[in-house]
């Protein structure tokens, strides 16, 4: 029987500047190692589930595909507050992402 899910992993193109972003923002432990063949490894703890930031770069178009975090509005507020104009506007079509959004009710 499924427990929990062991860890997500993750393309993106700056692993350290995702990992930077994920303890900014939610205080997110960061574990930085190297595999028995040598390469680096970053992972970001983000509460109970760990994700592995694996640099390389893909083009594909969007596709919707996504991950949404459940915070409380005194979590979002403050990552808002300590995170400056990167919440208030588009961080950049390299990051994916268009700006904060509030948690929807019941989702």
Do not use: Y
């Not at 574990?31 to 893909?58: A, I, Y």
Request: net charge positive; with cysteine; proline share 5%.
């Amino acid at each position: 029987m499924l427990d929990a899910i062991g860890h997500v992993a993750l393309v993106v193109r700056d692993p350290a500047r995702t990992a930077l972003l994920f303890r900014d923002l939610f205080n997110a432990t960061i574990l930085l190692r190297k595999d028995p063949d040598g390469h680096e490894e970053t992972f970001v703890r983000l509460g109970r589930t760990w994700f592995v930031l694996v640099k390389g770069t893909v083009d594909r178009p969007r596709t919707g595909d996504h991950i949404a975090f459940a915070v409380s509005t005194s979590s979002g507020d403050s990552a808002k507050k300590s995170s400056g104009s990167l919440l208030q506007g588009s961080c950049g079509a390299a990051a994916g992402c268009t700006g904060w959004r509030r948690p929807v009710p019941g989702a």
